[in-house]
């Protein structure tokens, strides 16, 4: 999904990344599309380009990071993260103005990668607004004031795109309309 979903900067490549997991509306069935794409160099470069492809050897690494970052989503100081912080340093240098702090990967690595983007993401407070739908498990980057939207979309805005918050509400409201509540 993009467009409202969309998390600024570098973030929205770990957004990507958290959706390599994914949960289809057709079936509902979990399908993770991470080992397919780390063989597949161009489709890799497509979605997540600032990001060293990795080895297959990678994979297992990627995949814990994967699951510790969604399990870490919506939280403004994610303590489960600390473990990769030690495990994949991030180098912080003072930079100009327009970007005062740079945050570098101890290594070219693509799980130190994508732990210095957290980093980043950590440090100007962007970290909390990337959340989880609890309907289709979809990432999406919360762009609302105060910082309360709760699924992936209230509109299927895209042919495959699908209406979690309409449908929570539905469900929600059928369920009060029905006989002995």
Not at 65 to 84: F, I, K, N, V
Not at 85 to 108: K, S
Request: glycine share 6%.
């Amino acid at each position: 999904m993009s467009g409202t979903s969309s998390a600024p900067g570098t973030l929205e490549q770990v957004r990507a990344f958290l959706n390599t997991w994914r949960l289809p509306h057709e079936t509902r069935t979990p399908a993770d599309d991470l080992p397919a794409l780390i063989t597949r160099a161009a489709d890799w470069r497509a979605a997540l380009p600032d990001i060293p492809r990795p080895h297959p050897r990678d994979l297992d690494e990627l995949l814990t990071l994967r699951a510790d970052l969604r399990a870490a989503l919506g939280r403004t100081a994610p303590a489960g993260l600390r473990e990769w912080f030690e495990r994949r340093p991030v180098q912080v240098t003072v930079g100009d103005e327009a970007q005062p702090l740079c945050y570098r990967p101890g290594d070219d690595c693509a799980a130190a990668v994508i732990v210095a983007m957290v980093a980043a993401a950590l440090a100007e407070g962007q970290w909390a607004r990337l959340k989880s739908c609890p309907d289709c498990r979809n990432v999406f980057y919360d762009h609302s004031r105060n910082r309360s939207r709760t699924w992936c979309s209230m509109y299927a805005e895209t042919p495959d795109g699908r209406a979690c918050g309409s449908i929570s509400k539905v469900r929600a409201y059928r369920k009060r309309q029905r006989p002995g509540r």
